[in-house]
């Protein structure tokens, strides 16, 4: 699977969009992005995954440019809660292990 | 709808013992995967079972061993432990390598386990 690139860390204010950036430059055509984040001591949870097209659920957006080899997660009206360590994830098929990196580490102020 | 189920939360042992982990998948899922988190770091992947069978094994010596029971249910087993297997212990279902489909993988709470 292919390697990923985040920044260590990022600040956002309550109430404004979050956009994590991730770079993904050797990413293949059959591999997808895939973001989970985790709040301190709990397990990763799924926040969204997507192929080459735009995607959009109840939790965040995921842009991924047209070459593919990067995408930004939106998280349109940051909370507190969305405070927590964020992965982007390149993955192959269904059933293949997680490689998580260090992720984003995102704090989200008053 | 119980998701993944861990037990138990918490474990303190001593070099040299053995640990037994347990883990129930969230109900329609038959595919169990382990990982070991480190503090500080992102999750490293164990292994995965399906079919009561390892199908996939992340680079962690064979002291780390597993089981799947025909409910799903899965244990991870942890042989000599040494005071760098202090982590914590995730356990993640999903709803099967035969689906086809690209299927997201549900964690649960973890098993933070300390090596004194």
Redesign the interface.
Known sequence: DAKTTQPTSMDCAEGRAANLPCNHSTISGNEYVYWYRQIHSQGPQYIIHGLKNNETNEMASLIITEDRKSSTLILPHATLRDTAVYYCIVRRYAGNMLTFGGGTRLMVKP | DAG?TQSPTHLIKTRGQQVTLRCSPKSGHD?V?W?QQALG?????IF?Y?EEEE??R?NFPDRFSGHQFPNYSSELNVNALLLGDSALY?C?S?P??A????????????TRLTVL
């Open positions: 993944v595919t995967s990982y770091q992102g999750p490293q992947f995965q399906y199908r996939q992340g995730l993640a999903s099967g390598l689906g086809g489909g690209v299927d997201e993988q549900f964690f649960g709470p973890g």
